[in-house]
């Protein structure tokens, strides 16, 4: 269990690397290719795809890493089912903080995002 732990830790990185690097191929290698982005922005419900969600985290010009930008990555929680996870992390990203809710699934050895439900802290 402990691995799965360590990978689906591994997957989060790569998730935070992603938005914090502005690198469409890393959202696509850590999501699924039907996962959906889901959550709640200035009050309007937004609904992405991987394809929009990749779109607009490569359109982040100049990127956090370039910008030097503090980084803001916690994991609060990581609970395995099976072939299935559930990881609660809170990020910093675009200037805000959010809380996410990631689902898991394991295919073959390597764990990815099937969805992402998002919550603006700040």
Known sequence: MSED????SEAIQLYFDSMYE???DKVRQVFHENA???GYMQGKLLEQSVDNFATFVASQIP???EKNEEKLLETLSIEIAGS????RVR????G???QDTLSFLKIDDDWVIYNKLFHVES
């Open 96 to 98: 805000m903080v959010f």
């Open 63 to 65: 990127s956090a890493a």
């Open 36 to 38: 959906k982005i889901t």
């Open 5 to 8: 732990k360590n990978k689906i």
């Open 91 to 94: 990020d910093g990203y675009i």
């Open 22 to 24: 502005s690198s469409e």
């Open 84 to 87: 299935t996870a559930v990881a």
